[in-house]
């Protein structure tokens, strides 16, 4: 395929927003439905294959099947994804096949103002054609910060994802009550450091103070350090916590992990920022995404957090982290 298409194509439906059984606000579907059950010929469905276990390959015949599907939590959004990636790399393939003309796989016979302009005509017209074909793609994951039909802006410094978040497993190896609050802990956590942070966290009605003792946490390490009640606190213990917020508790790491172990969402990568700047409201948006699932395990956007000895879990599902 032409070079980084097919990696383009999965990053932006990885990152897209697809809430499991939300048929309302859901841009997957929306392309499914205006754009690929559009262009399907008389007779043909829209496939979404499964292993066995999960409940196997199944085919709708019209959209409002798969839409009565998702929002019974029939169709897992990573299925979905799945899916409609496999359907838009289909709608592609006339631009692979063009790119893999002998004139243009080699420099030396194409020029622009050669002897030969039909070649890039038809390059062109291709191109053009599969972007009509596609046209609700960007529309329904549009990139971060780019508004419809703007100019041409200058590139953002760092690039919005889980990777800035400085998320690392942590031992609590001292905690105590708050001198000046009942309701907050003040936590010693060993999080690779030459020396343990001092944290403040709001579990004390929540969390027995012997069941924090020596436990394994993540902790997000990068947010500007703050006082809590007097108490400087250099970090945040990640919870998840149920609708009226009357149940919570810290997520939950392989018993083999190590302090420091870095915590990582599937299919992102890079260096965490130094520091979230407060004003530009980083962890606040990110924060939105992170949940758990049916399952239990902790995501991003259905992307599962994981450290080097396994992946992050909670008892609570499809429960907000924060």
Known sequence: MV?????????????????????????????????????????????????????????????????????KEEVHPGDLKEAVERYINRLLDPIRKTFESPELKDPAKFHLHSTVPSTASTVNDERDAEEKRCGGLEEAYPVPGKAKNASKAPQAEVE?????????????????KHPDADTLYVESIDVGEPTPRT???????????????????????????????????????????????????????????QPGDRVTVEGFSGQPDEQLNPKKKVWERLQTDLKTNAAGEATWQDNVLTTPAGRVTSRLTCATIK
């Open 160 to 176: 919005d994802g889980p990777h800035r978040l400085d998320m690392r497993v942590g031992r609590v190896v001292d905690v105590k």
């Open 3 to 71: 070079p980084g298409l097919a990696a383009t194509v999965k990053k932006k439906l990885k990152r897209a927003f697809c809430e499991p059984g939300n048929i309302q606000d859901n841009g997957l579907l929306s392309f499914v439905k205006h754009v690929l059950f559009s262009l399907f010929p008389d007779g043909e469905g829209f496939l979404v294959t499964r292993k066995p276990d999960f409940g196997g390959d199944t085919t709708y015949a019209t959209y409002e099947e798969l839409e009565v599907a998702f929002a």
């Open 199 to 257: 944290i403040v966290s709001g579990l004390a009605n929540f969390v027995p103070l012997e069941e924090m003792q020596n436990r394994l946490v993540v902790v997000l390490c990068n947010l500007k350090a703050a006082k809590m009640r007097g108490v400087e606190s250099r970090g945040m213990v990640l919870c998840t916590s149920n609708a009226d917020h009357t149940d919570v508790e810290p997520l939950c790491v392989p018993a083999t992990s």
